[in-house]
């Protein structure tokens, strides 16, 4: 287990849990279905930069280094507290 795996673990478990203690278990499942994504793009950075969409398509047509898909993972992850930290900012 690295760092990166270790604190968004964490912050996900903080997430979850503070959502079920504050408004029940139904914001506790909205708030673990919120983390899949940025859990998996941490956990596992380079398989996922190494995801190649269909062609036809046009949507995913080059591989993505892994330690973007960690930051961009870390990104979303922090973005409820970014958000927060933005709207008592602008609150006041």
Do not use: H
């Amino acid at each position: 287990m690295n760092w990166n795996r270790i604190l968004s673990g964490l912050l996900a478990a903080f997430y979850i849990i503070g959502a079920c203690m504050d408004s029940g278990v139904e914001l506790a499942w909205k708030a673990a279905a919120f983390v899949i994504l940025p859990l998996a793009c941490i956990w596992f950075a380079d398989a996922m930069g190494d995801y190649i969409g269909p062609t036809s398509s046009g949507a995913i047509t080059n591989t993505t280094p892994g330690w973007l898909v960690c930051i961009g993972g870390w990104i979303v992850l922090l973005l409820p507290i970014i958000v927060g930290i933005m709207y008592a900012l602008v609150g006041q």
